[in-house]
C-alpha cells in the first residue's frame, strides 16, 4: 500500500499584491498640453525615472491591492529590502496570513481553504490556522523574492523597455535609463485631488505623481507571480505606499509573534511519498494481537522545502469473530528518506474456556504522515529584531 501525502497548491488566494483597481474617479485635469508632445512624454519619462529610482532604494513598501471588480477582495503586505514579508489576503473567499522569515514563505488560513488550496482532509485539519511552510511555485506567488522594493523596480524598468504586444527582451538595453515604450501620456487628476502622469509601461501603465519629488502612486504592472499558474489575473492595479516609524514597528511586531507559531510549523509537500511494507498480525494465547509494519518515504532529493522530519501514524482496525471490534495505534518521527518499524497491540477479552478455542482476527491499517519543519526559533527572532534596529536608521 502506498499514501501520497502532500498535493502542488493550486490555488493561493495570495498570489495576490497584483492590483489595485482604482475607485477613485478620475479626470483629465483642464488644460493639459495639446502641443509640445515631446516635452511633455519627456516630463513624464524623468517623473517615471525618479520614481522608479526613488522605488529601488526604499527600505520597506507597502502593496495594497483590490482585485477589479470584487469590492471585499483585498491584499495588504509589506515587504522589506532583505525579502521580509508580512500581510493579509482575502480573495476568492480565502482569507490567509502571509509571512517571509528566513527566506521562507509560510502561509496561514482555516481548514477550508486549505482544501480549496489541495491540501488533502487530514493535511487541511492539520494546516488548519497554523503557519505551514509553502513552496510559492506552488503558491503562484513569491512576495519574498519578488516584491522588495529594488525587484519591483528592475519589474517596472525591464517592462518600460517593452514595446506594447511584444515580448520583454531577456535583458535591459544598455543605456542606464529606461526608454518609454511609446504610447499616448495621459495627465489625471485622482479622486483624493493628487495630480499623475498616467504613463504607458509596456503593455501596463503607471501613475507617478506630477509634483516632485516624484512617487509611484500605482501601477498594473503584474507583480509577485510565479509558476506556471498564477492564480490572480492581471488587470488590476497595485498601490505603493511607504512605511512610517510606527507602521514599522507594528510590521516587525506581526513578524515576531509570527515567529513564535513556527515551533513545529508544517510543510505542504508535493510529490511526497509514504510506503509501507507487508504487514504482520501476531495473537497470543490470552487475547493479545499485535500488528506490525514497516514504513519508508521517499522525499525528492534537492526538494526546496525544508522538512526535519516526518510526523508518521499508524491506525490499525483489528476485527476478531465472535470478539468484536478493537483499534491500536502508533506515531513517530521519521527522518526525510529513512525507514522506520511501528506497531500497536489491542487485547480481545477471552471468555473463560475448559477446551482449546480459536478466534479468526483480521486487521486493516491505515498509515500517513505530516512534513515538519522545526526552525530555529531563537535565531529567527534575534534577525528579527536585529532588520527592526536596521531599517529604524533608514527611515
Not at 181 to 203: A, I, Q
Request: proline letters at 7%; hydrophobic letters at 35%.
Amino acid at each position: 500500500m502506498m499514501t501520497r501525502v502532500g498535493r502542488g497548491m493550486r490555488a493561493a488566494a495570495v498570489a495576490a499584491v497584483f492590483g489595485l483597481a482604482v475607485t477613485a474617479c478620475e479626470s483629465p485635469v483642464p488644460g493639459s498640453p495639446t502641443a509640445g508632445e515631446d516635452q511633455f512624454e519627456y516630463a513624464a519619462q524623468q517623473a517615471f525615472d525618479q520614481a522608479v529610482s526613488a522605488l529601488a532604494s526604499r527600505p520597506v513598501m507597502r502593496y495594497t491591492s483590490t482585485v477589479a471588480g470584487a469590492t471585499d477582495e483585498k491584499i495588504s503586505i509589506a515587504v522589506t529590502k532583505s525579502g521580509s514579508v508580512y500581510g493579509t489576503s482575502n480573495v476568492d473567499g480565502r482569507k490567509m496570513t502571509l509571512a517571509v522569515l528566513g527566506g521562507k514563505l509560510y502561509v496561514r488560513t482555516d481548514k477550508k481553504a486549505w482544501g480549496q488550496l489541495g491540501a488533502k482532509p487530514s493535511e487541511a485539519k492539520e494546516f488548519a490556522n497554523r503557519f505551514v511552510v509553502t513552496d510559492p511555485e506552488d503558491v503562484g506567488f513569491d512576495p519574498g523574492t519578488l516584491l522588495t522594493p529594488q525587484k519591483v523596480a528592475d519589474r517596472l524598468k525591464d517592462e518600460a523597455t517593452t514595446e506594447p504586444g511584444e515580448e520583454r527582451a531577456p535583458s535591459p538595453p544598455s543605456s542606464t535609463e529606461p526608454q518609454l515604450s511609446r504610447g499616448k501620456v495621459e495627465r489625471l487628476k485622482l479622486d483624493d485631488g493628487t495630480e499623475v502622469y498616467r504613463v504607458p509601461v509596456g503593455d501596463y501603465t503607471a501613475d507617478v505623481t506630477v509634483s516632485k519629488p516624484h512617487t509611484l502612486v500605482s501601477t498594473n504592472v503584474p507583480l509577485g507571480q510565479t509558476g506556471s499558474d498564477p492564480l490572480v489575473p492581471s488587470g488590476a492595479r497595485t498601490s505603493f505606499d511607504d512605511v512610517g516609524e510606527n507602521q514599522l514597528r507594528t510590521l516587525f511586531k506581526s513578524l515576531s509573534n509570527a515567529v513564535k507559531g513556527l515551533r513545529n510549523a508544517g510543510v505542504l509537500v508535493p510529490n511526497f511519498q509514504l510506503r509501507q511494507g507487508s504487514g504482520k498480525l501476531d495473537c497470543a494465547v490470552g487475547g493479545k494481537c499485535t500488528a506490525k509494519v514497516k514504513v519508508s518515504n521517499s522525499y525528492p532529493s534537492g526538494a526546496e522545502l525544508p522538512v526535519t522530519q516526518f510526523d508518521v501514524k499508524l491506525n490499525v482496525t483489528m476485527v476478531a469473530t465472535g470478539l468484536g471490534t478493537k483499534r491500536c495505534s502508533d506515531s513517530a518521527g521519521m527522518r526525510p528518506n529513512s525507514s522506520i518499524s511501528m506497531s500497536c497491540s489491542a487485547n480481545f477479552n477471552l471468555a473463560p474456556s475448559y477446551t482449546p478455542r480459536s478466534y479468526p482476527v483480521r486487521a486493516t491499517w491505515a498509515i500517513s504522515a505530516m512534513a515538519k519543519y522545526k526552525p530555529q526559533v531563537a535565531k529567527l527572532r534575534a534577525a528579527v529584531d536585529r532588520e527592526l534596529d536596521e531599517l529604524l536608521d533608514e527611515i
